[in-house]
């Protein structure tokens, strides 16, 4: 397939060809017995050829590079207009131009462009920007547009999804126009790795990562999360799985979106992070793919429809080299056991203890459910 920047100058230069060729012979029209004798005399042929040239080939390529078919017939026909009254003041001035020539030749241009833009190739960059537009980065957006059109039907597509919630605001306008901004920030910051934005509302945002054959590189999505949640605040958690992806005309809105499995465990898992308070929540099938670079502590044992899954929470890049942060994650591992295993006395101390030494937000919420625990085995 031919990059459309390549093909659209291919298809602007042929239209530029074939109006020319049709136009050009319009230059002897003066010479006809019958060519009314108000019309000014043809001075320079050479001047109204380059003009007629230059407006043919000004108007095929505009017509062709916009996307939007009522600003290329604005276009088109602005173009005629403007050119029509240049030469006519050039008359006026004392330098008379047969007008017939360019304005024939740019108004035939203009009409092939145009048409081209209703072939599937001539459509598909149009069609690209309606049905993904401001939803990928626009790098991103440009290379898939050259590489192939998008497709009509459903795919199945291997991806990883990231849901983020944003930290919990309250209800003042001051708070909405936060949320606004940290929205289009986080859209910036995860386009830029390849991210597509899914859903974003005042709640969070979804993005999804791996479509158009894209491969995803865990690690890096990981690095990227956790630099956003650092600067950001709120909570995220990072799933991957096969959704169906295509094309969705619904009542009011068509566009490219997704279906599947992984987007609502996505949502869940988010929700269950900000309930651990927790900054990024991933399976433990997942953590196995990050290597040695991340680190990664148990959270919770996890029902999802029926399937038992192991979350864990990212704590930060790995660093071998610090006896405290080791030790800390040794400490957890232990008291994690104890809690799974109903010695509510022994987690709650150890998490207590963490929340203390280490500022630990998901300590606190494990020493405060452990002490539920032990009360209610205690009343009962």
Known sequence: MKRPLILHLKVAVLCTLAAVALALPLLWLPQLPAWPAWRPPLINPRVEAVLAVLAAAWTAWCVVDIQRRGLKLLI????????????WLSCLYGYPILSIAPLTAAGLAGVGAFAFSFTSLGSRRARWHSLVGGRVAPDLLHEHIDERPLEEDPQAANVAVLEVLWPAVDSSADAWREVETAAARAAEHFQSVGGYVERCDAE??????????????????????WKWVGQAGGCAALTRGECLAGVARMPGDTRWTLSGTPLRRAARMAASARGYAAKLLLEDAA???????????????????????LLREVTGPARSDDPARVEALRRWERAWDDFWAGD???????FAALAREQDDAAARVFALRSEQARRQDAGS
Request: aromatic content about 14%; overall charge negative; proline content about 3%.
């Open 76 to 87: 088109l026909a602005a173009t005629l207009w403007l050119l029509g009254s240049g030469i």
């Open 204 to 225: 969070g945002a979804r993005f999804v990562f791996g479509l158009w054959g894209q491969g995803v590189v865990l690690p890096e999505l990981v690095d990227a999360t």
């Open 287 to 309: 953590a196995g793919e990050l290597g040695g670079a991340w680190s990664t502590r148990r959270m919770a044992w996890w029902d999802f429809e029926g399937e038992a899954i």
């Open 344 to 350: 509510w006395p022994s987690a709650g101390n150890a």
